[in-house]
């Protein structure tokens, strides 16, 4: 038995106990710390089954590779076969491992099959799994699919996953498991809008402050399985890992191939401290941004593909008066691109747009003090374009089909050699060639039998390719920042942000639709890495019309943005967006380092805000997304703070908020009130009456 523990003395104390001497290595215990004292020796004999009639006579323990040849009875951990369908169901021994501080190696083979399986444990502030195969035989194996399972707690009967769409991203749908399986599989190419590949499951009622809570994130940007079932004999696991097509993966002798890594978390007081451990992984990283982050304008939903140089530069003139901080060039400077239906992939400054060039407008930028930044989508190619006139087989496509467009556009295939060496030739070129200090990185289409050279599927080595693409490139230009896009929100996921500084949340900009959007997103991403823009009075993409303050405190809990030809404004609008960017400016280090929180309320409202990690300030959002039963919401309860502190809670004024219609609201809201950390956990504060569509801010400073 090895223990791996996290968080000791804190409210995140986490206990993993292993058993090594299973073929794969079996989780016994993930969850609350056991104690310093524990004798792991007990944990078997307290937690062995009955034998029941008509089962086999051993209990198959549900492994990180559960083994159907073992006699597991749900979905094989290992999937897969050599010619003539020999070796489908392996079974693992002879385990080794090392320990090595928090990270716990552990080897295995299967003679027979010929085999060789390597699970590797890390412990830190969430759990890090992942597993390679390698064939040690002398003829190909067909690997069908590699997972990581996860034994979840027989009490979490309740699971959290999401759902969405195009401009509706990460929807929280809640569900009984009471029995049986629920299986999420994304086939796209990408994380998808639909299935992001997060999912959490709890005990029964699980709040953002109470009950146990497990969750688990695929790191992995191409396609994806996640798997919930509780088997017949109560036990209950996760299995989570990468889909692969058939016969995309074929093993030679000797090669391996290693599963995306499995990220996952724990929580004994609810989901908001179960999901700070996916942030406290990214904050972690070496790659994760430090320097405050740049209020932008993005040019896309100001003068879409009307490139005209001057405009351009009134706009960044305008930009830089409101505080603005980097200037974003987005899609129609290249090629013929002046739609959406030529010109991908062609990426050379068009001569008939910028005739001069891109220096005049970035030198304009530049010296207006902001950075520029200009939008790529390195994976796709239109058929209309010079590259696929020249090279058709470079597209991702298979012989003998017509091709499936999306969006008039192809994939283009980066795991063939030169294909890849065009792309990354004029991206390097562009970047050395320009004062360019961040690329929004597009991908605004699925895969779809989409073939590599050899005809198998592409997909596993299209997403590799593009992690080769992205990495080549930060070497070359290390100081240059990436934004990670895929139609919005289609490409989020951990494995991405070790190569970025950014995610396209949603191409969504409508406030209310980003309230639940941003909360959701939450859940697996800090605000800091979160793209939230300012769009325009009416929705681009929905035709709402919201006021300033509505759009802005909800742009607010992000890496604020604006998205909004910023030249038309009228001066009221000019005065109060300049505001909004001031206050966002004035409480950006509590926005980017402070701890996320949530707050359970009724479906009509959304509450949530952000505490400084010592707990000595915080901002709280609460919002009132629809109308509801009663005229007066109820009062907001503000747990997570340090209940014997006392704290000043007063209102944080949003340029030109109009409130709902009382004839007085809460006396608190004009001066401010002391209350306990204790208080505002047991009975709250009593939060305005508001419209529909509406947010009003609260500031909270200890005493």
Not at 222 to 229: C, D, P, V
Not at 350 to 377: A, C, K
Not at 513 to 539: K, V
Not at 587 to 604: C, I
Request: proline letters at 6%; hydrophobic letters at 40%; one cysteine or more.
């Amino acid at each position: 038995m090895i223990r791996l523990s996290a968080g000791a003395n804190t409210n995140a104390a986490t206990d993993v106990v292993v058993d090594t001497s299973t073929g794969a290595p079996t989780i016994v215990h993930w969850g609350a710390s056991l104690g310093a004292d524990v004798d792991l020796n007990t944990l078997l004999p307290a937690l062995s089954r009955p034998l029941v009639h008509g089962t086999f006579d051993e209990i198959a323990p549900i492994s990180i590779v559960p083994e159907h040849g073992s006699g597991f009875t749900g979905r094989p951990g290992l999937l897969g076969r050599r010619g003539g369908g020999k070796a489908w169901a392996p079974r693992f021994s002879n385990p080794t491992h090392t320990l090595d501080a928090n990270t716990l190696s552990v080897d295995s083979t299967d003679d027979v099959a010929g085999l060789a399986l390597n699970v590797t444990i890390v412990l830190d502030d969430v759990l890090h799994v992942w597993a390679t195969i390698t064939n040690a035989a002398d003829r190909r194996y067909s690997l069908d699919g590699l997972t990581i399972t996860l034994p979840i707690a027989e009490q979490a009967s309740e699971l959290l996953r999401f759902d969405g769409r195009w401009s509706r991203e990460f929807h929280p749908v809640r569900s009984d498991w009471t029995d049986g399986s629920l299986l999420v599989e994304n086939r796209r190419g990408r994380t998808s809008h639909e299935y992001p590949p997060v999912m959490f499951c709890g005990q029964r009622g699980f709040g953002e402050w109470g009950g146990e809570v497990w969750g688990a994130h695929v790191a992995w940007s191409g396609n994806h399985t996640m798997l919930a079932e509780r088997l017949p004999d109560g036990r209950r696991y996760i299995q989570a890992g990468e889909l692969l097509h058939p016969g995309e993966i074929v093993l030679e002798p000797g090669q391996s191939y290693t599963t995306p890594e499995t990220i996952a978390v724990y929580s004994s007081n609810g989901l908001t401290p179960a999901t700070h451990g996916f942030h406290r992984s990214l904050r972690a990283r070496s790659n994760h941004p430090v320097k405050p982050r740049p209020v932008l304008l993005n040019t896309w939903e100001a003068v879409y593909f009307d490139h005209e140089t001057e405009k351009l530069k009134a706009l960044a003139d305008a930009a830089a008066d409101l505080g603005i901080e980097r200037f974003v060039l987005d899609d129609g400077w290249f090629g013929s691109r002046r739609d959406d239906k030529q010109g991908l992939g062609d990426w050379w400054v068009s001569e008939n747009v910028y005739p001069d060039g891109l220096e005049p407008l970035i030198s304009h930028v530049t010296g207006l003090g902001m950075e520029f930044g200009i939008w790529v989508e390195p994976e796709m190619v239109n058929p209309d374009s010079d590259i696929f006139r020249a090279h058709p087989d470079w597209a991702l496509t298979t012989d003998g089909y017509e091709p499936v467009l999306g969006r008039q556009q192809l994939v283009l295939d980066l795991g063939n050699r030169e294909a890849f060496k065009f792309i990354y030739g004029y991206l390097d070129k562009l970047l050395s060639d320009h004062d360019i200090s961040y690329v929004k990185w597009d991908m605004n289409r699925d895969h779809i039998q989409g073939s590599n050279q050899h005809g198998a599927a592409g997909t596993n080595a299209q997403t590799m390719a593009l992690y080769h693409l992205i990495d080549k490139l930060r070497h070359a230009h290390p100081n240059v920042e990436i934004e990670s896009c895929a139609s919005g929100g289609g490409r989020i996921d951990h494995e991405i942000l070790k190569r970025t500084e950014r995610v396209w949340t949603s191409d969504c900009n409508d406030a209310l639709e980003r309230q639940i959007i941003q909360r959701g997103a939450s859940m697996l991403i800090p605000p800091e890495l979160m793209g939230a823009h300012i769009g325009p009075t009416r929705s681009h993409t929905t035709g709402r019309t919201q006021t300033l303050s509505f759009r802005a405190a909800t742009a607010m809990f992000g890496h604020l943005g604006v998205e909004w030809n910023v030249t038309k404004l009228t001066d009221e609008e000019r005065l109060a967006l300049r505001a909004v960017i001031a206050m966002h400016k004035e409480h950006r280090e509590l926005f980017h380092n402070g701890d996320y929180v949530r707050f359970d309320s009724d479906e009509q409202f959304n509450a949530v805000g952000v505490y400084a990690a010592d707990r000595s300030e915080g901002i709280v959002s609460f919002a009132q997304l629809a109308t509801a039963p009663s005229q007066t919401p109820p009062p907001l309860r503000l747990p997570g703070l340090d209940a014997d502190a006392v704290y000043r809670i007063e209102h944080l004024g949003i340029p030109y908020e109009r409130w709902g219609a009382a004839r007085i609201q809460p006396s608190w809201l004009a001066d401010g009130v002391l209350l306990t950390g204790r208080q505002l956990s047991a009975h709250g504060v009593q939060p305005p009456t508001l419209h529909p569509e509406s947010a009003v801010l609260f500031k909270l400073t200890r005493q």
